[in-house]
């Protein structure tokens, strides 16, 4: 029996009577093969998990060196600025001080934004996100998430086109506003200075509709699949700064309260981001939404 071992136990029901010599020979060879089926199965499941296993240390590790690219760099130019700044051998002007107060300032931001991206995936992964539910104003989530949004958008032409009569939704405002904001920034940080940035609000059916409109770099039809998917960069916007989270949380919230978030590309350039959340009739909301 040296390097054998039990895969599996036959048991084969007959009558009273013996069995024959041949009979014998036939059902040993025939277990034989079965048990040589059963391994080959087993060593290729087992082969299979190890190549996943594989594959999720690749991802792993892929993730982990972009998201701490993404943190060293901005860490990297606060560390500068502050050496900088305490250089007592040289002195600043007002001007050149006010400069490098701002690179830390800007650099801490993207950091904040990181980290808050990060906290928000494992919230949402944990299944700890929580919805606030209220009855809410589109128009208010959308005029919070423009204000917020002004130190990024003053250099675009931001045109706000509100669909009149909206009906007040009920939702988490502030993850909501979170969204609208992040579609925002996207469309900032993939268009060029100067570029016009349509967001606008309608009523269709019993849906109500936030788009995002940007002349921007666009991707690719193949990007489409997985644009809301965690991590994921299109290849064309390799060379800007991202993560690849924002909008896998945007999806997460949509999801959340029953709504669907997609993104398309405009024929004459540039693409659109939007989501549609279902409009809730007040004796409805008790039952659906709040799971
Ligand atoms: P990040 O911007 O940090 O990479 P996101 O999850 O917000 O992460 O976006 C995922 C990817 O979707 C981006 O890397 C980019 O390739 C693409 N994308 C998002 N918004 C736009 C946009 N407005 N125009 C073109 N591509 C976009």
């Not at 996100?129 to 032409?157: F, I, M, P």
């Not at 060379?239 to 709504?259: E, P, Q, R």
């Amino acid at each position: 029996m040296n390097g054998e071992k039990v895969v599996g136990v036959v048991g084969i029901a007959i009558d009273t009577r013996k069995l024959s010599p041949e009979e014998r020979t036939v059902l040993g060879a025939w277990v034989s093969l079965l048990a040589i089926a059963l391994v080959r199965a087993g060593l290729s499941s087992e082969a299979k998990q190890a190549a996943m296993l594989r594959e999720a240390d690749k991802l792993r590790t892929a993730l982990f060196n972009s998201v701490s690219h993404e943190l060293r760099t901005p860490l990297a130019a606060i560390m500068a600025a502050i050496y900088t700044l305490n250089d007592k051998a040289v002195a600043y002007g007002e001007q050149q001080r006010q400069q490098l107060l701002e690179t830390i300032a800007d650099a801490s931001k993207r950091m904040e934004r990181i980290i808050g991206n990060l906290l928000d995936t494992a919230r949402m992964e944990s299944g700890m996100l929580q919805l606030k539910l209220d009855w809410c104003d589109l128009e208010d989530v959308v005029s919070g998430a423009l204000r917020r949004s002004r130190e990024h958008t003053q250099n675009y032409l931001i045109k706000v086109e509100m669909a009149e009569d909206l009906p007040l939704i009920y939702a988490d405002a502030a993850l909501l506003e979170h969204v609208v904001l992040n579609l925002l920034d996207n469309a900032v940080k993939y268009s060029v200075e100067g570029s016009k940035i349509e967001l606008q609000t309608a009523l269709d059916a019993n849906e109500v509709i936030v788009m995002v409109k940007d002349r921007g770099v666009g991707f690719k039809e193949a990007d489409l699949p997985h644009l809301f998917d965690k991590f994921y960069r299109a290849g064309n916007t390799e060379k800007i700064s991202g993560t690849g989270l924002g909008l896998a949380i945007c999806k997460g919230i949509v999801d959340a309260h029953h709504g669907r978030i997609w993104a398309e590309l405009r024929p004459d350039g540039g693409s659109i981001f939007a989501f549609a959340l279902p409009v809730t009739l007040p004796e409805e909301k008790a039952g659906g939404k709040n799971d």
